[in-house]
């Protein structure tokens, strides 16, 4: 795209030109989803069930160590487009800078940890024996690349911030790519199990971490560039508080995923483990594409929050709203309908397992109906450098609802309790989203 016909953060946003702007993340986002999947499909196909459940155990302790990247992108990102909404180009590089460094340095440090609470973890999980050995050998493998895990969250937003939301993309494409062709070689061809797909996937984060890395040492045309770091502690505090919402989320929503393995294991097993797999890696696709949205939207709310553009950020909430409660009730239809066809690409190696997914999945899609409000709504409050607000909606949204929920709910209707709980508590999560949406709205004039 030519440097005249770029769409810039200070533009006025129709819903075609805010629909151009946010694709790119958008196509990030699922094309990361799928890679994802992908690794499921052939673990499951051609490894098998324990395998794939064992797999699905195992990330949500990369989620809790990885985390940092993306609290630091997300809540960094609204520091650095607020310098640049306010004309402070040099601000913005130094921060960029020193918080690229600073996820670098701490990545690091959480793999060395990772290899020492890895078994533990797993321990505390409670998962069966023959799925040990599994959750081991790719957990292992997994943390000699945690610091480029952490990267790749934390570029994918800023290139966003950058103006090259579509570099960002075609970088994912090809990390994906990479991703999936090794899954097919070492999987499939070289028949190296869990082993296999560990490999690819660390390989593949290689890829996605460092190539960003250096396109941003280098000279180059977009708005940001590595170089000689801003070193503030306090910005990287308040880059931690704009982010805290994520770092909770995330931090919680793993810790519900353990959650979820330890009840499904202990109702149905190792075959409720990769129902709910399969049920995840289904919903990938459109939980991503609001997490795209809300990654290219961001600092649209954190320009014109520090350029003092009332009437752009009214625009872009409106328009925000009417997409995620649309966009949500679509999703909802359409796994409804197709939950069949999509699990059997997964499991439909097993009849009863199919059917324990299908009746699953079509309890799970209520998640739909509010989650993508919740979504937007937190990341703009994060945009608008007020991680407080976020952070508490956050922590009511999965630390109080989803894990009183999955823990509450069972006890009452077994292993339906479990499939309801994501629905149930994106439900209960709606109400502080709509006090704090009313009771801000005329400090930072988005309504």
Not at 224 to 231: E, S, T
Not at 286 to 294: E, K, S
Not at 419 to 447: C, D, H, N, T
Request: proline share 3%.
């Amino acid at each position: 795209m030519s440097k005249e016909n770029r769409i810039q953060l200070s533009d006025h946003f129709t819903y075609k030109r805010l629909f151009v702007f946010v694709l790119p993340t958008i196509a990030n986002m699922i094309f990361l989803s799928i890679y994802g999947i992908v690794d499921g499909l052939f673990i499951s196909n051609f490894v098998g069930k324990v395998a794939f459940a064992s797999v699905n155990v195992t990330f949500p302790i990369f989620s809790i160590l990885g985390v940092f990247g993306l609290m630091i992108g997300t809540g960094g990102s609204a520091i650095i487009g607020k310098r640049l909404g306010e004309q402070k180009p040099e601000e913005a590089n130094g921060y960029f800078s020193f918080f690229v460094y600073v996820c670098i340095a701490v990545g690091v440090v959480m793999a060395i940890i990772g290899f020492f609470v890895l078994r533990p973890a797993i321990g505390l999980i409670g998962v069966e024996e023959n799925m040990v050995r599994y959750c081991m050998v790719y957990g292992i493998i997994g943390m000699f690349t945690l610091p480029c895990y952490m990267l790749q969250f934390l570029f994918q937003i800023l290139f966003v911030t950058a103006e090259k939301p579509r570099l960002g993309f075609w970088i994912t494409v090809i990390t994906g790519v990479t991703n999936m062709v090794l899954d097919f070689l070492m999987i499939v061809v070289f028949q190296w199990g869990v082993a296999g797909a560990a490999i690819a996937t660390s390989i593949s984060e290689l890829v996605g971490g460092i190539t960003p890395l250096i396109y941003f040492c280098r000279p180059n045309d977009s708005l940001l560039r590595i170089g000689k770091p801003q070193v503030d502690i306090r910005a990287l505090g308040k880059a931690c508080s704009n982010g805290l919402s994520e770092f909770v989320s995330t931090i919680s929503e793993s810790v519900v995923s353990m959650l979820y393995n330890f009840q499904l294991l202990r109702l149905a097993g190792a075959d409720g483990v990769a129902a709910f797999g399969v049920m995840q890696y289904c919903t990938f696709i459109f939980f991503a594409i609001f997490a795209g949205y809300n990654m290219g939207v961001q600092p649209l709310f954190s320009y014109n929050f520090g350029a003092e553009n009332q009437t752009e950020m009214k625009n872009l909430f409106k328009k925000s709203m009417i997409l995620m409660e649309s966009g949500g009730l679509i999703m909802l239809a359409i796994l409804i309908i197709f939950a069949r066809p999509l699990v059997s690409i997964f499991i439909g190696y097993d009849a009863d397992l199919v059917d324990m997914a299908v009746h699953g999945m079509r309890i799970y899609a209520l998640i739909f109906i509010t989650c993508g409000i919740n979504i937007f709504v937190t990341g703009m409050f994060t945009a608008l450098n007020n991680g407080v607000v976020s952070a508490f909606i956050a922590t009511v949204r999965v630390v109080i609802c989803e894990i009183g929920s999955v823990m509450i709910l069972p006890i009452f209707f077994a292993l339906n309790g479990i499939w309801m709980s994501a629905g149930v508590a994106e439900a209960g999560s709606i109400i502080p989203v709509i006090i704090f949406v009313v009771i801000l709205r005329k400090r930072y004039g988005y309504a």
